[in-house]
């Protein structure tokens, strides 16, 4: 038979081992850290992001008059030329059209021809009757003619005044209908013109939108076209690593299809996203990739220049206080250091201040806390590729 005092010593005992035990792991106990020995070494400086194929100058092309789309010339893959025919719109309604204010025109034109000629026969009639009068005037003074006689003459000249006046009037009006028929002839020339589609630019066809006898309305859209010297693959990248890019820079493109092509960064957008924080940079291909897919899916991997610094490991870097920095291991316990960074390579970046050679820093500090001990235990090869 076993005493109850036996009991209580029993659970007095495994309690005191479980408080030694929690002491130990407070006071004693310094679990193994992987860390990193910084050393400095020249890192190769690499921004990556996904991007899209895509033109800097995309168009659509398409009529400006409603109309059957009666023929295709082109078809999309093909490389075209500016002003080269692409389509042509029913065109019968607008030629005859055309062809009505063609002959207004001439008979106006006409009608212009012979009131000028009337005009000169009334100005040289006119001429004469003034001559007529001014030679009666001055042998009527003296009563060489009669009354009569003179008043005769100066009749006629009033009626070459008038009929001058009167021709006058009808070759400035038929001046006028000449210019509005011209004009309608310039519209009507203009519409039969617009039958036919032509190709604002050099470039490359890329989609065919319409179908022989389909009825478009302006702006409907028969072709998508891109010019082909401004052709580059739109790429997002962290609005963190922005200082590190600009144009000129060198850089690789890996398509989805599995094609790689060299590349260089044209341009920086202004703007970026504000939901991820990213910011598009557009890198144009040095040789185009044929067959050309706009819109393929890629992979850009922008070369930003070489560093000579102490290297960590990115998956060391955490953010405090809206700053960046690393768990250093340092006499046993852990401290926050703040560190500025440099380049990146995807992999590792290089610490332009808060580092030197010889510190050991934690290669995966998730779960680690300030002022906790450890035991560090060095990793060989993070630092190298």
Do not use: C
């Not at 190769?44 to 100058?57: F, I, Y």
Request: charged share 20%; glycine share 10%.
């Amino acid at each position: 038979m076993k005493l109850p005092g036996g009991k209580k010593a029993a659970g007095l005992a495994v309690g005191v081992i479980l408080l030694l035990g929690a002491a130990y792991r407070l006071l004693w106990h310094a679990p193994a850290v992987p860390v990193i020995m910084v050393k400095q070494v020249e890192i190769q400086g690499q921004v990556q992001g996904p991007g899209t194929v895509q033109s800097k100058v995309p168009v659509t092309v398409s009529p400006k008059i409603t109309g059957i789309l009666e023929k295709l010339y082109a078809d999309q893959g093909d490389r075209v030329k500016q002003g080269q025919l692409l389509a042509g719109i029913d065109s019968a309604e607008l030629r005859a059209r055309e062809m009505a204010a063609q002959a207004a025109k001439m008979r106006v034109q006409r009608d212009l021809a012979r009131a000028q000629a009337d005009l000169g026969k009334a100005q040289a009639n006119l001429g004469l009757a003034k001559s007529n009068y001014q030679r009666d005037l001055e042998v009527f003074k003296p009563g060489y003619i009669s009354q009569a006689a003179f008043d005769t003459t100066r009749a006629q000249l009033k009626v070459a005044e008038s009929e001058v006046t009167a021709f006058q009037a009808g070759v400035t009006a038929l001046q006028a209908a000449v210019k509005q028929a011209e004009s309608e002839t310039k519209a009507a020339a203009a519409l039969h013109n617009y039958t036919r589609i032509l190709s604002p630019m050099d470039g490359l066809i890329t989609v065919r939108k319409a179908e022989v006898g389909t009825t478009l309305v302006p702006g409907s859209p028969i072709f998508q076209m891109v010019a082909l010297d401004q052709i580059w693959i739109a790429t997002w990248i962290d609005q963190a690593l922005v200082t590190q890019l600009r144009p000129g820079q060198p850089a690789k493109i890996m398509l989805r299809s599995g094609r790689e092509f060299q590349g260089q960064v044209a341009r920086l957008n202004q703007e970026g996203d504000t939901v991820t924080r990213e910011l598009e940079v557009d890198v144009k291909f040095q040789q185009l990739p044929q067959p050309l897919v706009i819109g393929e899916e890629g992979q850009v991997e922008i070369d930003t220049g070489r560093q000579r610094a102490p290297v960590v490991p990115l998956s060391a870097i955490i953010a405090k206080n809206g700053g960046k920095g690393v768990l250093v291991a340092d006499k046993g316990r852990l401290r926050f250091q703040k560190v500025v960074l440099g380049l990146q390579d995807g992999a590792r970046t290089a610490v332009t201040a808060g580092l030197k050679g010889g510190d050991l820093v934690v290669i995966k500090p998730a779960g680690l806390m300030p002022g906790k001990k450890v035991r560090a235990k060095i990793t060989q090869g993070v630092q190298g590729r």
